[in-house]
């Protein structure tokens, strides 16, 4: 069974501050996707990597897959409040129908 | 932008009825997909569809549920005789290749 941890799962910060959250995982992942959602909503697809080493940035958020493509991390810069909410990593198996397998979700606290 | 659309947004109902969730996913996609969320956890691949059969299931993915895609536009998930531990939110996600799976808002799943 493959799975991904996500730390950490809890993060309260004030305004302005900068954050990593990590995903990590025993294995390879042919590509690693990064979702936000929002209390009773379907998760939003933020990014896509896929290359290892691949590093993306959309705005203010950059998103690194590992090097061995077992892990991946997600830095924010001045974070604002309407950051706030749960990010999700999630790994896509090989073969172009695989599902997807989640990860264990970061809830975000972006105060004034 | 084009998305994929769940109905209804909430249905409850009682142990041992037949529910069917329906997906309209993104137009030109091939791919659709079944996760559900139950309340606190993370999100679970139920099953994957491709060229009008199943390509993938879960062990979650029992005798019970079933899929169809009845008409060009269409994607639905039927759960023959619902059980309490079903309760939780179903999202139906779809993908036209490669990578990127985008998904809906959910339907909420109350069985009492």
């Known amino acids: 069974t493959q799975l991904l941890e996500q730390s950490p799962q809890f993060l309260s910060i004030q305004e302005g501050e900068n954050l990593t959250v990590y995903c990590n995982s025993s294995?390879?992942?042919?590509?690693l996707q990064w979702y936000r959602q929002e209390p009773g909503e379907g998760p939003v697809l933020l990014v896509t990597v896929v290359t290892g080493g691949e590093v993306k940035k959309l705005k203010r958020l950059t998103f690194q897959f590992g090097d061995a493509r077992k892990d991946s991390s997600l830095h924010i810069t001045a974070a604002q409040p309407g950051d706030t909410g749960l990010y999700l990593c999630a790994g896509l198996n090989t073969g172009t129908a695989s599902k997807l397998t989640f990860g264990t979700g970061t809830r975000l606290q972006v105060t004034l | 932008e084009p998305e994929v659309t769940q109905t209804p947004s909430h249905q409850v109902t009682q142990m041992g009825q037949e529910v069917i969730l329906r997906c309209v996913p993104i137009s030109n996609h091939l791919y659709f997909y079944w996760y559900r969320q139950i309340l606190g956890q993370k999100v679970e691949f139920l099953v994957s569809?491709?060229?009008?059969?199943?390509?993938?299931k879960s062990e979650i993915f029992d005798d019970q549920f079933s899929v169809e895609r009845p008409d060009g536009s269409n994607f639905t998930l039927k759960i023959r005789s619902t059980k309490l531990e079903d309760s939780a939110m179903y999202f139906c996600a779809s993908k036209l290749s490669s990578y990127e799976q985008y998904f809906g808002p959910g339907t909420r799943l109350t069985v009492t």
């Open positions: 294995s390879v992942f042919s590509s």
């Open positions: 569809f491709y060229n009008n059969e199943i390509s993938e």
